[in-house]
């Protein structure tokens, strides 16, 4: 190990059979910390080749247990996003791609952040659960096309351990290491192709649009190597995506998506992950002509009720969806009134994203308690006109006293006196 961490320390590119060592004997134990934490600092500053990214993703793909999928039929696409706030796209785009006929067969989980994960946003729909063992999980995929299951066995435990060591060595920001911790996950979850939704902003992961791209580059040139055709588009995340922060509030705005009135920013990036995912999963053979074929299922309402048969192959109450108030309701609303007269200029996803999890709506450790009814509801975005005295958000709160969510969303939801120019939302795609 010890010349493993001078070769790479000089610069020179490490062998397959080398990175194999050095992931199976950290797994295993053989290699301590100290080493690896010089090896990763090595790694930052020298880089990695395209090879030694491959070499690192497939080894930490094979130090645990691999998804196998294979017994559901046809090509399984899976979505990733890097992560943001009030990122509904997942429970939009599962009945939603399903319902033209691509297999979604979804691992997901709960996760700490300003609002839970997509199971918990689930969770909202009464009976809903994701305990399915692996025959029923493939068998309602096989059924319905779609099926969602909790994270189970020992995947990628080489990620989950030099993640960890990372977050306390300072060696989390280097783009190949960034770049195979995520593709490893998601290639021992079994999909056959991956779309990435890689966010850029202050609610993202990556701040600026030159890391982004460089991350989106780093994950799809991986994917392509390891033999998972594998497409990145780089979306916004300076503002909140959609209105709805929170997690049944997100059901209700997935809903209202799936019916064609949901917010213009979230239908926009639905669409075109899931033309992507249409594409990959051969179901048309043009963007133009997968996009087409989503449009139509959002207006001839199958995707919206393969939604109800989603929910009620897991146990859940399908009526919420013809009757939203049936999900848990918060007890108290409230409005943030504008200041003054203006055009909104910012709303600082992060920030506004705390907002929510002050609230309750997310997990601050993870042993914390999250409150599935409570959040905040934009009224306005980037660009919109607002007058002094309207509501710019609505507080979904099981609290009475929400004085200081108000001055944190006070603090980051800016006025301009000028007109402002709505954001961009897609950026580019990167497919190769
Ligand atoms: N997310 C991950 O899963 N891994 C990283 O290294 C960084 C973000
Ligand atoms: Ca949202």
Redesign the pocket.
């Known amino acids: 190990m010890v010349d493993l961490i001078e070769k790479k320390r000089d610069g020179h590119e490490l062998t397959t059979e080398e990175i194999n060592f050095i992931i199976k004997g950290y797994t295993e134990g053989s290699i301590p910390d100290y080493q690896m934490s010089a090896l990763t600092m090595a790694i930052v500053f020298r880089g990695m080749s395209e090879q030694e990214r491959a070499d690192l993703t497939l080894a930490m793909v094979n130090s645990g247990d691999q998804i196998d999928l294979s017994q559901i039929n046809g090509i399984k696409v899976d979505k990733h996003s890097?992560?943001g706030v009030g990122d509904t796209t997942t429970l939009v785009l599962g009945p939603l791609v399903a319902s033209v006929g691509v297999p979604v067969a979804k691992m997901s989980g709960r996760g700490l952040g300003h609002t839970g994960g997509t199971i918990d946003k689930l969770e909202s729909v009464n009976g809903f659960h994701v305990e399915l063992d692996n025959e029923e999980f493939i068998e309602l995929v096989n059924k319905n096309k779609l099926a969602v299951i909790g994270q189970s066995g020992n995947l990628t435990p080489a990620?989950k351990k030099l993640?960890a060591l990372?977050d306390v060595t300072g060696t989390?920001e280097s783009i190949p290491?960034?770049a195979s911790?995520?593709m490893s996950?998601k290639i021992a979850a079994g999909a056959d192709a991956i779309v990435l939704d890689v966010k850029t902003g202050a609610g993202a992961?990556m701040k600026t649009l030159e890391d982004s791209r460089e991350l989106a580059k780093a994950m799809v040139r991986i994917g392509n190597n390891v033999g998972r055709k594998t497409m990145a588009i780089i979306s916004d995340m300076s503002q909140p995506l959609g209105y709805a922060i929170g997690n049944a509030l997100e059901v209700n705005e997935a809903i209202d998506t799936l019916k064609g009135e949901g917010p213009e920013d979230l239908t926009e990036l639905c669409l075109t992950l899931g033309s992507y995912m249409v594409l990959l999963a051969e179901k048309a053979k043009t963007l133009q002509e997968a996009r087409a074929l989503l449009e139509k299922a959002i207006e001839n309402g199958s995707a919206l009720e393969k939604f109800k048969v989603f929910l009620s192959s897991q146990g859940g109450d399908a009526t919420v969806v013809d009757d939203p108030s049936k999900l848990p309701q918060a007890k108290y609303t409230y409005e943030l009134e504008a200041k003054q007269d203006g055009y909104v200029s910012e709303i600082t996803a992060n920030e506004v994203g705390t907002a929510a999890m002050l609230l309750g709506a997310g997990r601050a450790t993870k042993d914390s308690d999250i409150d599935l009814a409570v959040g905040l509801v934009l009224r306005k975005k980037i660009g919109d006109q607002v007058k002094q005295g309207e509501s710019l958000v609505t507080i979904y709160s099981n609290f009475d006293d929400v004085s200081e969510v108000k001055q944190k969303l006070y603090e980051n939801i800016k006025i301009a006196d000028s007109k402002v120019e709505p954001l961009i939302l897609i950026h580019e795609a990167i497919t190769n």
Request: charged fraction near 25%.
């Open positions: 890097t992560g990620d993640y990372r989390v290491l960034i911790s995520i996950k992961f």
